[in-house]
């Protein structure tokens, strides 16, 4: 028999971490349990662990199956649901994200650069000079819409994650 659920985002992603960590403990207690060291002459049903192959597998078999479900079923709304601020998928937004902060640490990078800088060259007696091709000013100002964005994109992905429902049945 299915279950129904109306979830969040945010509330799968709670559940998809209790259901991956289920499996760990699972796999850890079948990890110590398959197996025994028994000494000769020891009865070895005084000293088996509890094990049951059977249950074991099939339990681990029902965790992986409501991850695989719920985890397709995030993927979907991800693919389906419009960022509105942005007028692209939250899976294209989990994209443009990375590639904002990518953008943003090389404008950092650059907004901090002085137009002329010296060039110490040891052993040269030489005097060179570094010189900026753009314009720091504009860089720091680009800095500055892209931070933004990306505070703008995190929001709205975080907003989203947190009142959107979509459907899952397990």
């Known amino acids: 028999m299915s ?3 109306m979830l969040t985002s945010a509330e799968a992603a709670k559940l998809l971490r209790r259901w991956n960590e289920e499996l760990t403990a699972l796999e850890e207690r079948e990890n110590v349990s398959r197996e025994f060291v028994a000494s000769t002459g020891e009865d ?3 000293v ?3 094990y049951d192959y059977a249950e074991m597998q099939a339990a681990m078999g029902e965790l992986e199956e409501k991850i695989r479900a719920l985890k397709h079923a995030l993927n979907l709304f991800n693919t389906k649901t419009v960022v509105p601020e942005f007028g692209m998928t939250i899976d294209q937004l989990l994209v443009y994200m990375p590639q904002l902060s990518k953008r943003k640490m090389k404008l950092s990078q650059m907004a901090a650069k002085l137009p002329l800088s010296r060039e110490v060259r040891y052993n040269s ?3 060179e000079y570094r010189y900026a091709n753009y314009d720091p ?3 720091k100002a680009d800095l500055e819409a892209v931070t933004d964005e990306l505070s703008k994109a995190q929001t709205a992905l ?3 994650n947190n009142t959107k ?3 899952f049945e397990m």
């Open 3 to 5: 279950e129904k659920m």
């Open 44 to 46: 070895l049903e005084m």
């Open 48 to 50: 088996r662990p509890e």
């Open 125 to 127: 007696n030489l005097v």
């Open 165 to 167: 429902r979509f459907s």
């Open 137 to 139: 000013a504009q860089a």
């Open 158 to 160: 975080d907003t989203l």
